[in-house]
């Protein structure tokens, strides 16, 4: 008797979880930036069959999943993700949504009254001028107008590991934090630079080997740095994936 009711009781709150629509993002033009995570619904595609059209229709109909955590990921999966979010403005404004990670394939739609505003194809396998900005992280436009309402689709599909850490910025605020970072990253590189080249005529000047294995060390560890960071497909190999 009392494991039917755990049971019942399991059963109602996994119900209610489910009932419960993620909340609408308020945006009202004062926030500099916002985590996605929390407000996120999404469906696995696991015969990658699935249109826009149909995954609305199952959005529509409750089949969408909350997520729990403060992330996105769905690890290793030869599936198909498609997420959705929807978003309110307090005023015509466009914002810039951030992705972090290095996803094969990436289709973006923009929707208003159900009609689709704005969309984009992009992905790690394409080359970086499919991309909304030349940029070595994944950048969307999101153009809002006051009081309306829309929805953000993204359908996602790779190979690699499927971490998603999606971020909604305000232009300015993210301009600043990326000219921060670049700098950090230009002192790492250089850095790393000038340890290549002092190693490389420390080898030329008395021809150990030891030099020679560390300054290939050095290289390889940059170039790997650099093709995590998205600086290798962004500078270096735009036109291939």
């Known amino acids: 008797m009392l494991k039917n009711y755990f049971y019942l009781i399991s059963l109602f709150i996994l119900y209610s979880h489910n009932l419960i629509a993620n909340p609408i993002i308020e945006w009202t033009g004062n926030e500099s930036k916002l985590n996605l995570a929390t407000y996120v619904e ?18 529509e109909n ?28 307090g005023k015509d404004q466009s914002l810039w949504l951030e992705l972090v990670s290095l996803i094969d394939s990436i289709d973006f739609y923009t929707l208003k009254d159900n009609q689709i505003v704005a969309k984009l194809f992009t992905g790690r396998k394409l080359a970086i001028t499919e991309r909304f900005l030349k940029h070595r992280n994944f950048i969307f436009d999101v ?50 630079g000038v340890v290549f080249f002092y190693n490389l005529f420390l080898y030329l000047s008395i021809r150990d080997r030891s030099y020679l294995y560390y300054i290939l060390y050095i290289f390889f560890l940059s170039f790997v740095q650099s093709g995590i960071w998205g600086y290798t497909h962004a500078y270096i190999f735009p036109e291939y994936p």
């Open 143 to 192: 153009s809002l107008e006051k009081e309306k309402v829309y929805t953000l689709i993204f359908r996602f599909e790779s190979q690699g590991s499927l971490l998603l850490p999606l971020t909604l910025w305000e232009k300015n605020s993210y301009l600043e934090e990326e000219s921060l970072k670049t700098t950090l990253f230009g002192a790492y590189f250089g850095v790393m």
């Open 62 to 89: 409750g089949e969408g999943k909350k997520n729990l955590g403060e992330s996105i990921g769905f690890g290793y999966s030869s599936s198909a993700f498609w997420l959705k979010w929807t978003i309110k403005s």
């Open 42 to 59: 999404y469906i696995e595609d696991k015969s990658k069959s699935e249109s826009l059209d149909t995954i609305l229709k199952k959005f």
